[in-house]
């Protein structure tokens, strides 16, 4: 009986504390408080990158093949080795008996990482970091898409460790082509969910710089049958995210708006970005015209062109 007196009593010197501490000031840590989940989650998907490219894309000679070898690693080594001296490659030498390169829309130039990395590394350690890279970006992307959806941050590192893992990794060691597209499109989908979410212009500017690398990446890494893929899914998200399934509930009329408006913003930026990567191949396999002179189509044709000035066209 004297023990439960005791406890009675001290319920209410129980609450007086509770009510204290719940009126103290709690410390704020701004973002890193806010998406503390979301970093630890994001370094696990990077550790796992970074351990899957120790562990099986090296060595190099042992994990690429197809194009790897005989078409990219000697493009993207010879690109980095003229931008080591702070010389534009518009024309290989080494090729065909002659080739123009910055033209050529698989030579690397233009995408981002091919022209970094190969500067600061050797070809082969340039393709390990190259390809780990490419793997820790579609985590990262894949997460962030799958947290803006609506996914619990378990389900954004499965999301990011599937795609990472059972599509690029694989793709990377010979679809050299793909994989890069794939990776930046998931980007460009990103941004296409910020731009469509953002409520203010600042964010909604950010989200379509961000769009615009993306997309330049998509076309810099594959100009043609890859980028007009990877361009109809963008612009059939757009139109999900805005017309079919909208993020905010309005009227078919605002609905319509906001998707010329976020299409606009994110497709215009990636033509402002991509346009100087678009018009090298036009110039450069574009014969001058010396005497006869030469259609432009003749080279893609087989036929003998008159005259090609690479240091002019291609430079």
């Known amino acids: 009986a004297h023990r439960g007196e005791v406890q009675i009593r001290s319920e209410p010197v129980l609450d007086r504390a509770r009510a204290f501490a719940a009126g103290l000031p709690r410390p704020r840590w701004g973002?890193?408080?806010?998406?503390?989940?979301?970093v630890a989650a994001i370094s696990i998907l990077l550790a796992i990158a970074a351990f899957y490219t120790a562990a099986v894309?090296?060595?190099?000679?042992?994990?690429?093949?197809?194009?790897?070898?005989s078409f990219f690693f000697p493009n993207y080594a010879l690109l980095g080795e003229r931008l080591r001296d702070f010389d534009i490659p518009g024309w290989n030498p080494a090729q065909f008996s002659g080739t123009p390169f910055v033209g050529e829309p698989s030579s690397g130039w233009g995408y981002l990482l091919a022209m970094l990395l190969y500067v600061l590394f050797a070809p082969e350690t340039a393709t390990?970091?190259?390809?780990?890279?490419?793997?820790?970006?579609?985590a990262v992307a894949t997460y962030v898409l799958a947290r803006l959806l609506g996914l619990s941050v378990a389900g954004g590192i499965v999301a990011g460790g599937a795609y990472s893992l059972a599509?690029?990794?694989v793709a990377s060691s010979y679809m050299v082509l793909w994989f890069g597209v794939t990776i930046w499109m998931m980007v460009s989908l990103v941004a296409t969910?910020?731009?469509?979410?953002?409520?203010?212009?600042?964010?909604?500017?950010?989200?379509?710089?961000?769009?615009?690398?993306?997309?330049?990446?998509?076309?810099?890494?594959?100009?043609?049958?890859?980028?007009?893929?990877?361009?109809?899914?963008?612009?059939?998200?757009?139109?999900?995210?805005?017309?079919?399934?909208?993020?905010?509930?309005t009227s078919a009329r605002a609905r319509v708006q906001h998707a010329l408006l976020t299409g606009a913003g994110?497709?215009?930026?990636?033509?402002?970005?991509?346009?100087?990567?678009?018009?090298?191949?036009?110039?450069?396999?574009?014969?001058?015209?010396?005497?006869?002179?030469?259609?432009?189509?003749?080279?893609?044709?087989?036929?003998?062109?008159?005259?090609?000035?690479?240091?002019?066209?291609?430079?």
């Open 193 to 249: 969910e910020l731009a469509a979410r953002a409520s203010s212009w600042p964010r909604r500017l950010w989200a379509w710089l961000l769009g615009g690398i993306g997309i330049s990446q998509v076309i810099a890494a594959w100009l043609g049958q890859g980028s007009y893929y990877a361009l109809l899914v963008i612009v059939a998200w757009i139109a999900f995210r805005t017309l079919v399934i909208p993020i905010r509930a």
């Open 128 to 138: 390990v970091v190259f390809i780990g890279a490419h793997i820790a970006l579609a």
């Open 266 to 315: 994110v497709l215009g930026s990636g033509v402002c970005v991509v346009r100087r990567r678009l018009a090298s191949p036009l110039r450069c396999y574009r014969p001058l015209k010396s005497g006869g002179g030469g259609l432009p189509w003749q080279l893609s044709l087989g036929r003998p062109a008159d005259r090609i000035y690479p240091h002019r066209a291609c430079a």
């Open 31 to 38: 973002i890193a408080d806010r998406y503390l989940a979301d």
């Open 167 to 169: 599509w690029v990794a």
């Open 57 to 69: 894309v090296v060595p190099i000679e042992s994990f690429i093949r197809g194009d790897w070898p």
